[in-house]
């Protein structure tokens, strides 16, 4: 019988779901999040 | 030398003899076409190491290696041309030329050496470091033929003076098309050179090539390869639509919005530098003292906090923009960013720790520092790395968090002191760790040991010494106010005062010198590669290693104290009060911007 792992050790034995962690973090927190910002700034009204 | 695989001691190579069920039995049939010892014809075992080779893998690191070094020199050049353009006294090139040579030495040094010596770190973390052939040679040949028609491509229109837009080809700057088509075509390579390293740890870990869980080095270069997925990501999203208003098929892409993905390009293949330094950094510990990491867990939840967090530093670019809110920016520069800053923190321990914890068990165990005196400063690779870690920490790693505040980068933004900072990180730091790793690639892997030994062994102090000297310059020169990206401090130098001109002079003496320690390397490399004395057969020349004292068995040392690093707790103090010093210095910098009375 195997001894049964710790979830942080199968966290790091598995890098499909740390790959999905590591595009999914930054793509919410940096660029879904700057681009909402960006797309909320009003027009400059022209002179 | 068998310590790269000790390292990590639940994993062990598959020696395909135990006898299972059918199941495991047919398992291990297929296996053999994918497990380096049992392959016929397509390995070798390293004279040096003893460990499995792939040759394929073997053929495409040579090929990369050797890119990345003209790659090198070719940003080179144009650094030497730059150092002493901003050496004021000397200002050698016109606007134009300056500008030229600006966008061809970032994206040489930034991008061509960087990424292609990185795909040659991937294909030997996944091969000989997990008793792996390489999946394809195919998508091998298919990404370094990208990567290389992309990178003539940029360098040819730049010399053609039709992409004088410098690295960040900011909007509404507009370079010649194939500029953006050749930074794609590098893009979309690399990310086929890292689909080949996953799929070669999909195939390795399917058939069982190795045991337990992937060695240390080989989790970092996962990390690197999971960094520049999302690196790659953001550069196709930035750069396909701006090759197609190149090309006037489109209309313009907002400026705004090409700042913030073209930093999630920018900003973020820095991390996969940072990532893949940190794996070679454990790498030399290894090679050159035979240390291990203190706790393998620990040094592998840095590595993680690294894939989770510090792609999100890239916002700290745009801390000046008006478009983003003050929550964004400080989320994604500060709480957020620095626990992949206590990641590194974490590895600027654990590698000299390690390193310690192997001199007191081989015996030095003289006061604090008697490990750290006895060490092996001949051998260019482990001088090359303990420089690294130093520059890294205390220059590039300091002026990064500090400059990377909300409220600190308003003093700082656009001028030399960011410049300053990250010639510490990226060339300091990832180049002279690649350079330290080089003195092993050569012997091992190209199998000629190096010539002119004794040049090798100052060339790490002298590029170092220029690079930090020249980082210096620019953050003080950059702190008076100098702007970056101009080639010339011109109308507004009475207004800096005649100090200026020292820290501009350290910036260009410290660029003779940095350039003076990377033709010594590229010249020491390309030489050996052409003059070396083939060490086929036999081991490596040894670069000198520390010598096991007397009586030094780790049985010797009492087990209370066998984990204790008083040496380096002692340097970290050092770096956590420098830390907090230079800090502190900066708000009050910053509060002297506004005079309250």
């Given at each position: 019988m195997?001894?049964?792992?710790?979830?942080?050790?199968?966290?790091?034995?598995?890098?499909?779901?740390?790959?999905?962690?590591g595009v999914v973090i930054p793509l919410l927190s940096y660029t879904l999040w700057g681009w909402i910002e960006l797309l909320m700034v009003p027009p400059a009204p022209l002179p | 030398m068998r310590g790269l695989r000790d390292m990590n001691t639940t994993a062990e190579f598959e020696t395909n003899t135990s006898e299972g069920a059918p199941g495991k039995a047919e398992t291990q049939d297929k296996g053999r076409g994918w497990n380096l010892r049992s392959l016929v014809g397509g390995s070798r075992t390293c004279d040096t190491t003893g460990m499995p080779v792939c040759l394929d893998g073997q053929f495409f690191i040579r090929i990369n290696a050797v890119l990345a070094v003209v790659f090198l020199l070719i940003g080179g050049v144009a650094a030497i041309l730059l150092a002493l353009t901003r050496w004021e006294a000397v200002h050698l090139l016109p606007r134009e030329w300056f500008y030229r040579m600006l966008t061809l030495h970032g994206l040489n040094m930034l991008i061509f050496w960087i990424l292609f010596f990185e795909v040659a770190v991937l294909y030997f973390a996944c091969t000989t470091l997990l008793n792996a052939r390489l999946y394809s040679r195919k998508v091998a040949w298919v990404s370094l033929g990208m990567m290389l028609t992309g990178a003539v491509m940029v360098n040819t229109v730049i010399f053609q003076g039709k992409a004088d837009v410098l690295l960040t080809s900011y909007l509404p700057l507009l370079a010649h098309p194939a500029f953006y088509l050749g930074i794609i075509l590098v893009a979309v390579g690399t990310l086929v050179g890292v689909f080949n390293f996953f799929a070669t740890l999909y195939m390795a870990r399917k058939y069982k090539t190795y045991e337990g869980s992937v060695p240390l080095v080989t989790f970092g270069a996962t990390a690197a390869a999971i960094i520049a997925v999302v690196t790659l990501l953001h550069g196709a999203i930035v750069m396909i639509p701006t090759?197609?208003?190149?090309?006037?098929?489109?209309?313009?892409?907002?400026?705004?919005?090409?700042?913030?993905?073209?930093?999630?390009?920018?900003?973020?293949?820095?991390?996969?530098?940072?990532?893949?330094?940190?794996?070679?950094?454990?790498?030399?510990?290894?090679?050159?003292?035979?240390?291990?990491?203190?706790?393998?867990?620990?040094?592998?939840?840095?590595?993680?906090?690294?894939?989770?967090?510090?792609?999100?530093?890239?916002?700290?670019?745009l801390l000046v923009d008006p478009g983003v809110g003050a929550t964004w920016k400080i989320w994604n520069t500060s709480y957020a960013m620095y626990l992949a800053v206590l990641a590194s923190m974490i590895h600027g321990f654990t590698v000299p720790a390690s390193v310690e914890v192997a001199m007191r068990n081989k015996g030095h165990r003289k006061g604090l520092f008697g490990w750290l005196t006895a060490a092996p400063w001949r051998n260019p690779a482990f001088s090359a790395v303990v420089l690294s870690v130093v520059i890294f920490g205390f220059i590039g790693g300091i002026t990064g968090v500090t400059l990377g505040t909300q409220q600190i980068n308003i003093i700082a933004h656009n001028t030399l002191r960011i410049p300053g900072h990250f010639h510490a990180t990226v060339v300091g730091g990832t180049t002279l760790a690649f350079m330290g790793l080089t003195y092993y690639v050569v012997p091992l892997l190209f199998r000629k040991d190096y010539i002119l030994r004794s040049v090798a062994r100052v060339q790490p102090w002298i590029f170092a010494a220029g690079i930090t000297l020249m980082s210096f310059g620019k953050s003080f020169a950059g702190s008076m106010g100098v702007a970056r990206r101009t080639s010339t401090i011109g109308p507004a130098e009475e207004a800096y005062g005649a100090a200026v001109h020292v820290f501009l002079g350290m910036l260009g003496i410290g660029g003779v010198l940095a350039f003076i320690g990377l033709m010594l390397f590229v010249l020491l490399t390309v030489g050996t590669l052409l003059l070396g004395k083939s060490n086929v057969g036999r081991p490596m020349a040894c670069w000198g290693k520390p010598a096991d004292l007397e009586g030094a068995d780790m049985r010797s040392r009492p087990e209370h104290e066998e984990h204790k690093t008083p040496g380096t707790v002692i340097l970290v103090g050092v770096f956590l009060l420098a830390f907090a010093v230079y800090y502190f210095a900066n708000w009050a910098a910053l509060a002297d911007v506004w005079h309250v009375r």
């Open positions: 195997t001894e049964k792992k710790h979830i942080i050790q199968r966290l790091m034995d598995n890098p499909w779901v740390l790959l999905v962690l | 090759f197609l208003y190149s090309m006037g098929w489109i209309g313009q892409p907002d400026p705004m919005w090409y700042r913030m993905i073209w930093w999630g390009l920018g900003h973020q293949s820095q991390q996969v530098n940072v990532a893949a330094m940190v794996a070679v950094w454990y790498m030399v510990a290894t090679l050159t003292t035979g240390a291990k990491p203190l706790n393998e867990t620990v040094c592998r939840g840095a590595f993680v906090l690294y894939i989770l967090f510090i792609n999100i530093a890239s916002a700290h670019h």
